[in-house]
């Protein structure tokens, strides 16, 4: 159980374009779902939180308005990097928990090349 | 907010021989600490957790110790096989939404 999905596995765009992520929870409902950026040889830097129903909380230096997130349903979540640059060009990481659970389940990850 | 220290960035060991990799937090009200094994490309997976009411807790091979008074938690890998190579994490949780914070990470390879 607890499993997490991410599409697309990997994607190229080009500079100024925008890309969506999907995150979804397969057999259980999140409550929360987490955003994280890997860039190589690094860790994992938490983007933004996102609780169904409101409105994500972003980390300090993370441009609200670059990188949208919707938590819509209790399974799905999206981001969308908007205006993407070379420089967004990453491993971008969700997991997600259910209420009242300590444990995040994460996703397979999407790696995003922009051109 | 918190802050977590990861040491050592990369441990070499020999098969067999046993790793350990100790992590430091800033934030009192930590209570969840997970330890994640990440493979190249792949998502963390989580290896093993303790939360702050227990020292120590072990699974197999693997087993972690929380100092709650030094604010430091370690993870010890014994009898280490070569597919215990890959980076480690660890994390602690923090604030309202229990968000993790993450370590620097730990390069473990294990050799023959």
């Known amino acids: 159980g607890a499993v997490v999905s991410q599409h697309p596995s990997w994607v190229i765009c080009k500079s100024g374009t925008s890309v969506k992520i999907e995150c979804r929870s397969l057999d259980f409902q999140a409550t929360t779902m987490f955003w994280y950026r890997q860039f190589p040889k690094q860790s994992l830097m938490l983007m933004a939180t996102?609780?169904?129903?409101?409105?994500?909380?972003?980390e300090q230096g993370v441009e609200k308005d670059k990188f949208l997130i919707n938590h819509a349903s209790l399974t799905l979540s999206t981001l969308t990097v908007t205006s993407a640059h070379p420089e967004d060009s990453s491993f971008y990481i969700c997991?997600?928990?259910?209420?009242?659970?300590?444990?995040?389940?994460f996703g397979p990850g999407t790696r995003l090349t922009v051109t | 907010g918190e802050n977590v220290e990861q040491h050592p960035s990369t441990l070499s060991v020999q098969e067999g021989d046993s790793a350990v990799i100790k992590c430091t937090y800033s934030?009192?009200?930590?209570?969840?600490f997970p330890w994640y094994k990440q493979e190249l490309g792949k998502r963390p997976q989580l290896i093993i957790d303790i939360r702050s009411n227990v020292g120590e807790k072990k699974d197999q091979r693997i087993a972690v110790t929380l100092n709650k008074t030094a604010k430091h938690f370690s993870l010890h890998i014994t009898e280490t096989q070569p597919e215990d190579s890959a980076v480690y994490f660890c994390a602690a949780n923090t604030g309202t939404a229990s968000k993790l914070t993450f370590g620097t990470g730990t390069r473990l390879q294990v050799t023959l």
């Open positions: 996102s609780n169904e129903g409101s409105k994500a909380t972003y």
């Open positions: 934030d009192s009200a930590s209570n969840y």
């Open positions: 997991s997600a928990r259910y209420k009242g659970g300590g444990e995040q389940y």
